[in-house]
């Protein structure tokens, strides 16, 4: 079965280091998200990506963060300049069609902001 | 703005006992519902999906039901397990394409 990818599974960083998460969605998809996870919280939704532009971000989704389709595979989530409090599982995830349609999400990045 | 809300946030059973898990939710017009499944530090394993048209998903042991007049899902699990103890999320998706998670209910099967 087609699945979502990300790697790396664990990423260390400094605080204030650029970090860049990457992801691999279904090949056939055309929607693309990432939520966040800080531990013990929910999961929150950040930004969706659709026809190579944010289509919706969350508030949470500041000027730190940005996203692109790169090579029209990989789907990255890139935060310029880590905080601390940006230590969190990021999940990206991929649809294939409209609203209808099921999102189908990653394993998970856990980035540790030292 | 949708919330989802589940109870309880913990539980402890027996081994061999049924057991339902419960998920409410404030805005009805969603297009579907999901359980997921998450281990300690780990990613999300997606259980059961329920479109807005369904009242009900089954998976083995697992059963989950959906009201969404009422804005209330809940996950049945049969013959309880100690493999099942993890933490158990519901997560409902709208028009906007958003999924809305809850916080989870964190289960403990006692051998």
């Known amino acids: 079965e087609p699945e979502v990818t990300q790697t790396p599974s664990h990423q260390v960083t400094q605080m204030g280091q650029e970090v860049i998460l990457r992801c691999v969605p279904i090949s056939n998809h055309l929607y693309f998200y990432w939520y966040r996870q800080i531990l013990g919280q929910k999961v929150e939704f950040l930004v969706s990506?659709?026809?190579?532009?944010?289509?919706?971000k969350s508030e949470i989704f500041d000027d730190q963060f940005s996203v692109e389709r790169p090579d029209g595979s990989n789907f990255t989530l890139k935060i310029r300049s880590t905080k601390l409090e940006d230590s969190a599982m990021y999940f990206c995830?991929?649809?294939?069609?409209?609203?209808?349609?099921?999102?189908?999400f990653g394993a998970g990045t856990r980035l540790s902001v030292l | 703005k949708q919330e989802v809300t589940q109870i309880p946030a913990a539980l402890s059973v027996p081994e061999g006992e049924n057991l339902v898990l419960n998920c409410s939710f404030t805005?009805?017009?969603?297009?579907?519902l999901q359980w997921f499944r998450q281990d300690p530090g780990k990613g999300l394993t997606s259980l059961l999906l329920i479109q807005s048209s369904q009242r009900e998903q089954t998976s083995g042991r697992l059963n989950a039901s959906l009201d969404k007049s009422s804005g209330r899902s809940t996950l049945y699990i049969a013959a309880s397990q100690p493999g099942d103890s993890a933490t158990y999320l519901c997560?409902?998706?709208?028009?906007?394409?958003?999924?809305?998670f809850g916080k989870g209910t964190r289960l403990h099967i006692l051998p």
């Open positions: 990506f659709y026809n190579n532009e944010i289509s919706e």
């Open positions: 997560a409902v998706k709208g028009g906007d394409d958003k999924i809305i």
């Open positions: 805005d009805s017009a969603i297009y579907n």
């Open positions: 995830a991929s649809q294939s069609g409209t609203a209808k349609n099921i999102q189908y």
